[in-house]
């Protein structure tokens, strides 16, 4: 069974850096997808970021040239490095892993089926 575990979040001071990590275990395979997701209260949840099993990353327009992620394939973990960060950044952090998925692109929505417990990032003014 597949289990995602994120660790890292914080409170930080605006301009200030956080570091996410997300330690996938029980993957019988190798092409999949890690998104990283956020949802701030009586926000809808949004994807900030992503890594695809070859190490495309892509990035919402929010977070761009801000946060940067990474997979590091022998330990089966993803890190989100962020940067910069403003108090709009507030938010509970998620990762979330797919099936099988070998595009080079973000997957939709209904492909992420195993997600972690969440992580609280506080950015203060």
């Known amino acids: 069974q597949v289990q995602l575990v994120e660790s890292g979040g914080g409170s930080v001071q605006a301009g200030g850096s956080l570091r996410l990590s997300c330690q996938a275990s029980?993957?019988?395979?190798?092409?999949?997808?890690i998104g990283w997701f956020r949802q701030a209260p009586g926000k809808e949840r949004e994807r900030v970021a992503g890594?695809?099993?070859?190490?495309?990353?892509s990035y919402s327009d929010s977070v761009k040239g801000r946060f940067t992620t990474s997979k590091d394939y022998a330990g089966n973990t993803v890190v989100l490095k962020m940067n910069s960060l403003k108090p709009e950044d507030t938010a509970m952090y998620y990762c979330?892993?797919?099936?099988?998925?070998?595009?080079?692109?973000?997957?939709?929505?209904?492909?992420?089926?195993?997600w972690g417990q969440g992580t609280q990032v506080t950015v203060s003014s």
């Open positions: 979330a892993g797919t099936n099988p998925y070998s595009e080079d692109y973000p997957p939709p929505q209904s492909r992420f089926l195993y």
């Open positions: 029980g993957y019988t395979y190798d092409n999949y997808y």
């Open positions: 890594v695809t099993w070859l190490g495309d990353e």
